[in-house]
């Protein structure tokens, strides 16, 4: 995988929606570790805050950075059953950020990586979804 994302060569986002919320992980992060260092990702962001529940952001910072990729994971959905991803990253401010223009916004299974996080077989059904990023 990892000679994939060499050749890939997009920055990515990884953006958890909770509830209309927003935040986003770095490299060495709960859910970067696998996706940046692991995997090799290249992140928008290398300076984001490594923390357990992301850096709260904003659709000014999404903007802002406007990365290739957006790698969406809708924790609302795994909770609750509310999915609220779509209307959040539908805000006027991000009409013209690369991934949301071109499509390439990838809704991740959320109780795959917000519960069962962690065993073999997860991490294997992780980065399986992450393989059709790169194709």
Same mark, same amino acid.
């Given at each position: 995988?990892? /000679?994939?994302?060499?050749?890939? #060569?997009?920055?990515?986002? $990884?953006?958890?929606?909770?509830?209309?919320?927003?935040?986003?992980? &770095? !490299?060495? %992060?709960?859910?970067?570790?696998?996706? $940046? /260092?692991?995997?090799?990702?290249n992140a928008v962001d290398k300076n984001v805050s490594n923390s357990n529940h992301g850096q709260n952001v904003s659709n000014e910072y999404? #903007?802002?950075? #406007? !990365? *290739?990729?957006?790698?969406?994971? *809708?924790?609302? +959905? =795994?909770?609750? &059953? @509310?999915?609220? =991803?779509? +209307?959040?990253?539908?805000? !006027?401010?991000?009409? #013209?950020? @690369?991934?949301?223009?071109?499509?390439?916004? $990838?809704?991740? /299974? !959320?109780?795959?990586? $917000?519960?069962? =996080? %962690?065993?073999?077989?997860?991490?294997?059904? +992780?980065i399986d979804e992450l393989e059709k990023v790169v194709k």
């Amino acid at each position: 995988m990892k /000679d994939k994302t060499k050749k890939f #060569n997009k920055s990515v986002m $990884y953006l958890l929606v909770n509830e209309g919320e927003l935040s986003t992980f &770095g !490299p060495k %992060g709960r859910f970067g570790g696998l996706v $940046y /260092d692991t995997l090799g990702f290249n992140a928008v962001d290398k300076n984001v805050s490594n923390s357990n529940h992301g850096q709260n952001v904003s659709n000014e910072y999404i #903007n802002k950075e #406007n !990365p *290739d990729v957006i790698l969406a994971m *809708d924790r609302g +959905q =795994a909770v609750s &059953g @509310k999915s609220t =991803a779509k +209307q959040a990253l539908n805000n !006027p401010v991000l009409k #013209n950020v @690369k991934a949301i223009k071109e499509d390439k916004v $990838y809704n991740l /299974d !959320p109780k795959l990586w $917000y519960f069962a =996080a %962690g065993s073999t077989t997860t991490t294997i059904k +992780q980065i399986d979804e992450l393989e059709k990023v790169v194709k």
